[in-house]
């Protein structure tokens, strides 16, 4: 197995929201503001190579919205999919499984482009499946009131249309092996529903891909929770939870918004599960 960090853009949020009720006085000591309140944020994917199967988890904005659209978001730098596919040698036609562990549009607007008229939409990736669950499928193409601008049905429904959609089995529990792609998978409801998070045995260690459930290292301590999640309380028993069980098995985190750190191991303190090591992919991935 061979795995690449794949970076498909970087963009700005604003801190506030990034933090929920955290003061600014705190947050921008690990996650320092411009004088609007922005904070940088990555959105780094994943690209497995295994056997005769390449897996991209998550995709990013992607490039068809309007240009009003992506100004709310600042982008910065010159990342995208296409040009971090190509450094290790592989197009977008390659990829065999596309993994969203959910379908805000910062985790899935990659996966559906205009078509070459812009008369509608056609996937991004034309020999891939689109993996997804039911619960959170249905979620999505439902959306409630607070989630309703991150649900875009244009990143959504073409996925459905195309046949080349999927979903996973749903677990009994938070955590299920996940044999349709030969990884764990933890699900989490307090951002929103069904959010799965992947653990990827690599080498001889486990590889957590940590979407929403911890953005940044900023949000390591458990009250540090988004603005964004719809179920803020059970983000904390998730994270906790989480966190200890990392600490416990030495998971190494790979964090897909954190724009300056990329892997990270955690401890148990006094004060709760904390920051161990830093990483970048290179030290981890023998392949880089």
């Given at each position: 197995?061979?795995?690449?960090?794949?970076?498909?853009?970087?963009?700005?949020?604003?801190?506030?929201?990034?933090?929920?009720?955290?003061p600014k006085t705190i947050w921008q000591r690990?996650?320092?503001?411009?004088?609007?309140?922005?904070?940088?944020?990555?959105?780094?994917?994943?690209?497995?190579?295994?056997?005769?199967?390449?897996?991209?988890?998550?995709?990013?904005m992607g490039n068809k919205q309007s240009e009003k659209f992506y100004g709310y978001y600042h982008l910065w730098g010159d990342f995208n999919l296409d040009k971090s596919l190509k450094s290790y040698g592989f197009h977008r036609d390659d990829i065999t499984d596309v993994f969203l562990t959910h379908l805000h549009f910062d985790h899935c607007g990659g996966s559906i482009q205009w078509n070459q008229d812009r008369s509608g939409y056609e996937?991004?990736?034309?020999?891939?499946?689109?993996?997804?669950?039911?619960?959170?499928?249905?979620?999505?193409?439902?959306?409630?009131?607070?989630?309703?601008?991150?649900?875009?049905?244009?990143?959504?429904?073409?996925?459905?249309?195309?046949?080349?959609?999927?979903?996973?089995?749903?677990?009994?529990?938070?955590?299920?092996?996940?044999s349709q792609l030969g990884f764990d998978i933890f699900y989490a409801d307090g951002h929103t529903d069904k959010q799965m998070i992947p653990l990827i045995k690599y080498q001889d260690k486990?590889?957590?891909?940590?979407?929403?459930?911890?953005?940044?290292?900023?949000?390591?301590?458990?009250?540090?929770?988004?603005?964004?999640?719809?179920r803020p309380l059970l983000t904390l028993d998730e994270k906790e939870s989480f966190l200890n069980l990392a600490a416990e098995q030495n998971f190494y985190l790979f964090l897909e918004h954190d724009a300056h750190n990329e892997i990270i191991t955690v401890q148990k303190t006094e004060k709760g599960v904390r920051l161990r090591d830093t990483f970048t992919t290179k030290d981890i991935f023998t392949n880089l």
């Open positions: 197995m061979n795995l690449y960090p794949v970076n498909a853009g970087n963009l700005k949020l604003d801190g506030g929201a990034m933090f929920g009720v955290v690990t996650n320092p503001a411009d004088s609007n309140n922005m904070i940088d944020i990555a959105t780094r994917c994943l690209l497995i190579e295994d056997s005769n199967r390449l897996i991209l988890i998550d995709n990013g996937p991004a990736f034309k020999n891939a499946h689109f993996w997804s669950n039911k619960d959170h499928w249905k979620w999505a193409t439902q959306p409630n009131k607070r989630e309703r601008a991150s649900f875009l049905k244009e990143n959504i429904l073409p996925m459905e249309e195309s046949g080349q959609l999927k979903f996973t089995a749903l677990p009994q529990n938070q955590l299920l092996n996940n486990t590889i957590a891909f940590m979407a929403d459930l911890l953005p940044t290292v900023g949000h390591l301590p458990i009250p540090y929770v988004m603005g964004y999640d719809t």
